[in-house]
């Protein structure tokens, strides 16, 4: 390299052609170093070490986690293993005994109740095996409620449901109730309720259970398209081992860890 630096350097122009390729290279080492840390710290969610206990019943026992800005990984175990007990305090709706989650950059230990609420409601959507539903009220008013609870104006969350509905194949359903609409359509109601306030995170807990086989391929599919298009990361739990090796990594909780 000296060599070549002191054969070049009396043709001025190739000596700074090198030594702007050299710097430009440095430049492109540094860039590259910034951006994988920058990944790293852009992990949606971060579990670090989290224990719960029910009495004498240790649920988890550290497990850590960290999932993506975008990515899909499901969760499987055999039941009771604490697949639900682990989405719920991911989701912030269980408190854990030790450890630390964060959530799209926040120590979600540190919120008390009222922030936890609003925080859940603005940056995390959940979806049940059982809709959850509203049974009196309407496709597009059980999507709009996570709306007007974060304080949106009833033209603005009517918009987004509509929106979110039309998306989801449902734009012919806005005044069905739920009893007037199939499995598969109640659980895509579901779908755009939890998308309604465009959460960062979206929890699902054996969504497609009560699906049959087509339907639940329908709405795994759909979590793809969904993420594609917004980037939300997502956390499914699913006992059906075909949807789970769809997700982009596959996590299985045993013995209360996550090995
Ligand atoms: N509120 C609670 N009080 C006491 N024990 C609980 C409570 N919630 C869950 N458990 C117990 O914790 C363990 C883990 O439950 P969890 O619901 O997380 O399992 P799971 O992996 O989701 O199972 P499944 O696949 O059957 O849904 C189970 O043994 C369960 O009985
Ligand atoms: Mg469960």
New binding site residues.
């Given amino acids: 390299m000296i060599l070549s630096f002191a054969f070049l350097s009396p043709f001025g122009m190739d000596f700074m052609y090198l030594r702007n390729k050299i710097s430009n290279s440095l430049l492109a080492i540094k860039l590259h170093r910034y951006y994988s840390r920058e990944k790293t710290v852009m992990a949606m969610i971060v579990a670090e070490d989290i224990h719960k206990s029910?009495d004498d019943?240790k649920?988890l026992k550290g497990v850590s986690l960290r999932i993506g800005k975008g990515e899909i990984v499901s969760v499987v175990?055999a039941?009771?293993?604490?697949?639900?007990?682990?989405l719920h305090i991911l989701g912030t709706l269980d408190r854990f005994d030790r450890g630390r989650i964060m959530i799209d950059g926040r120590d979600v230990s540190r919120l008390g109740d009222k922030q936890l609420s609003d925080f859940r409601n603005q940056h995390i959507g959940f979806v049940f095996q059982f809709h959850h539903l509203l049974p009196e009220f309407t496709a597009l008013e059980n999507v709009c409620i996570p709306a007007f609870i974060a304080g949106k104006s009833r033209r603005s969350g009517e918009m987004k449901a509509k929106e979110l509905l039309d998306l989801l194949g449902l734009a012919d359903r806005l005044e069905h109730k739920p009893a007037e609409l199939s499995g598969g359509e109640q659980q895509r109601v579901a779908v755009a309720r939890a998308l309604v306030n465009d959460p960062v995170v979206v929890l699902a807990d054996?969504p497609s259970g009560n699906l049959d086989s087509q339907a639940s391929r329908e709405l795994h599919s759909l979590f793809f398209s969904l993420r594609d298009r917004f980037s939300q990361s997502f956390v499914i739990?699913t006992?059906n081992e075909i949807l789970a090796d769809m997700a982009d990594r596959k996590l299985t909780i045993h013995d209360g860890l996550i090995p």
């Fill in positions: 029910y019943l649920v175990g039941s009771g293993a604490g697949k639900t007990t682990l054996e739990v006992h």
